[in-house]
């Protein structure tokens, strides 16, 4: 188990940029597949990035290479740089963990992983 929590969330005018971390604490880090999801008001949880130990990261087809996941091994922490924030992108961003190995297609489906932050809020106003 990991305990997951986020930081770097932040209201920013659109067109701007926010990089979301999240630390985590526990044991075998390295081995865990790790997303970021963002949930708004009145809307499902939805994936946004993810990569697991293979290197391979995924991304959420609308964003369109606006975001980009990475992870630090030593420190136990892994990243989400957001830029060209559009007012579309408001919502809380949740990181999450699993140590399962996690199919491609699989990744970034909130039902995949066991191990959630509390959350961060982001804010994009035009």
């Known amino acids: 188990q990991l305990q997951l929590m986020e930081s770097g969330g932040a209201s920013v005018q659109a067109g701007g940029s926010l990089t979301l971390s999240c630390s985590a604490s526990?044991?075998?880090?390295?081995?865990?597949?790790m997303g970021w999801f963002r949930q708004a008001p009145g809307k499902e949880r939805e994936g946004v990035a993810a990569i697991c130990r293979d290197g391979e990261t995924h991304y959420l087809n609308s964003m369109n290479g606006r975001f980009t996941i990475s992870r630090d091994n030593a420190p136990n922490t892994f990243h989400l740089q957001m830029n060209t924030l559009e007012p579309g992108d408001t919502a809380m961003y949740y990181c999450?963990?699993?140590?399962?190995?996690?199919?491609?297609?699989?990744?970034?489906?909130?039902?995949?992983?066991?191990?959630w932050g509390q959350g961060t809020q982001v804010t994009v106003s035009s």
């Open positions: 526990g044991d075998g880090f390295s081995k865990y597949c």
């Open positions: 999450a963990a699993d140590p399962k190995f996690i199919d491609i297609w699989r990744r970034l489906l909130p039902s995949s992983y066991s191990n």
